[in-house]
């Protein structure tokens, strides 16, 4: 089965709309203000209103104060929610949100019981990142694909330094229920390029062996 394709931290309508039309399923919002793609809550819900159906919105934190997404929440009709830092099961739930839970690959990090402890009816999916210090994500690494177990008890999303040159690779290797893209689809950091993106959801698309 074909990945979704997520496409994260968009930062105006014409691109969202664009990245839809070129066959992404979701684009990421990303509400974390020391990032290039930092995005405030007026332009996030116009970039949400330029999607057509079918195409969900997936808004991003890191370690958010609780009145900081309840006020995102209250503007952006996101379709799930994104946690990217370190938050407890009990502070991912506590929006009565669905959401995807963020995790960096170390080669110490337990990823079966670390997701085990996310198990519940509004936890979609884990995210796998690579780890960089003191950057939470969008770094544009790739982590070690070898250490990714065989089974996660929940959907599993890929990110990490994918790109069109290696995510057909990635796919064919990890079998994930998604993808998950942001520098490799820039020109530039934060300045996301329609060619890179057509590029990327090709090779995504490409028939495995
Ligand atoms: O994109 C950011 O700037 C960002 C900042 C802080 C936390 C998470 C962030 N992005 C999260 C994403 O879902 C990225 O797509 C993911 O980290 C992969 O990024 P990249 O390696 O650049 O493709």
Redesign the pocket.
């Known amino acids: 089965m074909n990945p979704r394709i997520k496409i ?2 968009l930062l105006d309508p014409g691109m969202a709309k664009c990245s839809a039309e070129l066959g992404a399923d979701a684009i ?1 919002l ?1 509400f ?1 203000p020391p ?3 930092y995005v405030e809550a007026a332009t996030a819900a116009q970039i949400v209103a330029a999607l057509p159906a079918f195409v969900s919105s997936v808004g ?1 934190f ?1 370690n958010a104060d609780v009145t900081f997404v309840r006020n995102v929440l209250a503007k952006v009709p996101l379709d799930l929610l ?1 946690f ?1 830092g370190n938050e407890t099961p009990e502070y991912c739930r506590q929006f009565g949100r669905p959401y995807l839970k ?1 995790l960096r690959v170390t080669p110490d990090l337990n990823l079966v019981e670390c997701a085990q402890r996310f198990v519940d009816t509004l936890c979609k999916g884990i ?1 796998l ?2 780890f960089v210090e003191g950057v ?6 790739a982590f070690d694909w070898n250490l990714l177990p065989e089974h996660l008890p929940l959907p599993l999303v890929l ?4 790109h069109s040159g290696n995510v057909h690779e990635a796919i064919c290797k990890v079998r994930p229920w998604a993808v ?5 689809v820039e020109s530039s950091r934060g300045i996301k390029d329609a060619a890179k993106i057509a590029a990327f959801i090709k090779s995504s698309r490409e028939k495995s062996a």
Do not use: F, I, M, N
């Open positions: 994260c931290g990421g990303v974390y990032s290039p793609r991003l890191v994104q990217h963020a995210l990142d690579a939470p994500g969008g770094t544009g690494e990110s990490g330094g994918l998950d893209v942001s520098s490799g």
